[in-house]
């Protein structure tokens, strides 16, 4: 049973640039996270998508924005970016039908912005 | 909107001690419980979690948690800790559904020493 996969692993950018990364949910999960973790910090909610849809934002920019496909894979996808964006980015996924689901983390992709 | 707040950013213990992490919530109404751990070089792991039911929750590797609604905490306990229980420990919060977007804490970095 594949857990939750995530890409790339690393990825440098420069200020301005556009990035987008990947996530691929656990087996049998419908609903992706996002979340950023900036160096010492807890991860801090972006956004969730569920049945293609963002279903709740945290308080990030709109140069945050996000897709979800219809096998449940995610892109989560940032403009402009700037030096402060340069984190860990997590995906997690559950399943929201479940009731009692807790999420489950990815490995993350560490963006660093020069 | 929920906050969570860890009282112990750093904390070292030798083998054999006892381990209590503390965890305080602040938000009104139901909330869900969680505490993940990510070990050095690894991805969040899912330790316990907490719906509802009995306050007292047994998670992996021996580690437990008990929510006491009145004081709005979820502490972490575990009897006798392991060199391989180093780590960072996050307390985390949603409200609603499990699969809401969860709250974070700064995280506790725990230190076994031989």
């Known amino acids: 049973d594949a857990g939750v996969t995530q890409s790339p692993t690393h990825l440098i950018k420069t200020r301005g640039q556009q990035v987008t990364l990947r996530c691929s949910p656990k087996s049998g999960h419908d609903t992706v996270s996002w979340y950023q973790q900036a160096l010492g910090q807890g991860p801090q909610f972006i956004f969730q998508?569920?049945?293609?849809?963002?279903?709740q934002r945290g308080n990030f920019p709109d140069r945050f924005s996000g897709h979800q496909f219809p096998n449940y894979s995610s892109e989560l996808n940032v403009n402009a970016l700037l030096l402060g964006d340069s984190a860990l980015y997590l995906c997690a996924s559950s399943f929201a039908s479940g009731g009692e689901g807790a999420q489950y983390f990815g490995p993350g992709t560490r963006l660093t912005v020069l | 909107a929920q906050s969570v707040s860890q009282h112990n950013h750093h904390v070292i213990l030798s083998e054999a001690a006892s381990l209590e992490l503390g965890c305080n919530y602040s938000y009104g109404g139901t909330v869900n419980l969680f505490w993940y751990v990510q070990y050095p070089g690894q991805h969040l792991q899912l330790l316990l979690k907490?719906?509802?039911?009995?306050?007292l929750v047994k998670g992996i590797k021996g580690f437990e948690a008990e929510f006491i609604k009145s004081k709005f905490s979820f502490n972490l306990r575990k009897p006798s800790v392991q060199w391989s229980d180093t780590a960072e420990y996050f307390c985390a919060v949603n409200a609603g559904g499990g699969a809401d977007g969860l709250t974070f804490g700064k995280g506790t970095h725990l230190i076994i020493q031989p």
């Open positions: 998508y569920y049945e293609e849809e963002e279903r």
């Open positions: 907490y719906f509802s039911g009995d306050p």
